[in-house]
């Protein structure tokens, strides 16, 4: 089974300071991709990346940056948080090729004080 | 830009109704089409997927939904509820071109069954 884990389940962060989302999947996936997940809107995307070092925008990556240096791990970086980043941030990661189901992490929820 | 409407929010039924959960989509060129479910505590996983082929497709847990193109739509259907379908069900959409399956969701329908 494919197996996308996070490094937190919960994070509790202040105010402009930097926090990293880190996101490990364990069945050599090209394409990975972060998401956060706000009741009544869904899921909105973030970032996403198809290769190593390589990485898109999303719908909505204003203060967010991301960082894929292994093919297995990408983070999320908000460099300084703000109250309006508390939100359920899922990972997911698939195959190449658009017509593959991503897979997702169990989450991160987020809060900032 | 890609688009993806779920009409229903919220849903409550008995267990043995029939489920029909709405989908539509805006999009002018071929999509690949998607359920996936989040069960209470739960990783989202896939239910169901369209890329081609017969417009009427079958997932897990007796989940089915039909793409008709004319209408822009790929609603969710189950013949008869169980207590274990509450759940949130999303809807979601992408080209079917390119190697990242990028992918864009409605805003879900909570499903909840009562006893």
């Known amino acids: 089974d494919v197996k996308v884990t996070q490094s937190s389940r919960y994070l509790v962060k202040r105010t402009g300071e930097k926090v990293f989302l880190e996101c490990v999947q364990d069945m050599d996936h090209e394409n990975m991709f972060w998401y956060r997940q706000d009741p009544g809107l869904g899921l909105r995307l973030i970032y996403f990346?198809?290769?190593?070092?390589?990485?898109e925008k999303g719908d909505i990556p204003e203060g967010y940056s991301v960082s894929r240096e292994k093919k297995e791990r990408f983070s999320l970086i908000l460099e300084s948080a703000s109250t309006n980043q508390t939100s359920m941030y899922l990972c997911a990661s698939s195959l190449a090729g658009a017509y593959n189901e991503q897979f997702f992490g169990p989450g991160t929820r987020l809060t900032v004080l | 830009a890609q688009s993806v409407s779920q009409h229903n929010h919220h849903v409550i039924l008995s267990e043995a109704a029939s489920l029909e959960l709405g989908c539509n989509y805006s999009?002018?060129?071929?999509?690949?089409l998607f359920w996936y479910v989040q069960y209470p505590g739960q990783h989202l996983q896939l239910l169901l997927k369209y890329f081609s082929g017969d417009p009427l497709v079958k997932g897990i847990k007796g989940f089915e939904a039909e793409f008709i193109k004319s209408k822009f739509s790929f609603n969710l259907r189950k013949p008869s509820v169980q207590w274990s379908d509450t759940a949130e069900y999303f809807c979601a959409v992408n080209a079917a071109s390119g190697t990242a399956s990028k992918l864009t969701f409605g805003t879900g329908t909570r499903l909840q069954v009562t006893l």
């Open positions: 990346s198809y290769d190593v070092k390589m990485k």
């Open positions: 999009y002018g060129g071929t999509v690949n």
